[in-house]
């Protein structure tokens, strides 16, 4: 399973998106595309992706750009793999 899908697992199970998480795309917008996804689901879920990647988000690696779209997350994630 790539990294974006493994994403798209995260926001299904942690945001009960249920068969919604299907239709989401790179371009999916987060912040504001998705009402379940407010300031408490981004602690949720960043405890979620340290979980399922093994890795540790750091506060100050963590802005809203990072949240935009699962594109943009994907990428981040992506990056902190790769370091």
Do not use: W
């Amino acid at each position: 399973m790539n990294t974006t899908e493994r994403i798209k697992g995260v926001l299904r199970d942690t945001l009960n998106l249920g068969e919604r998480a299907g239709a989401l795309t790179a371009d999916s917008p987060l912040l504001g595309g998705i009402p379940e996804f407010d300031s408490m689901a981004v602690v949720t879920v960043i405890t979620m992706l340290e979980d399922e990647f093994g890795i540790t988000v750091e506060d100050d690696e963590l802005s809203a750009d990072v949240f935009a779209t699962v594109g943009s997350l994907c990428r981040f994630l992506e990056g902190k793999l790769a370091a």
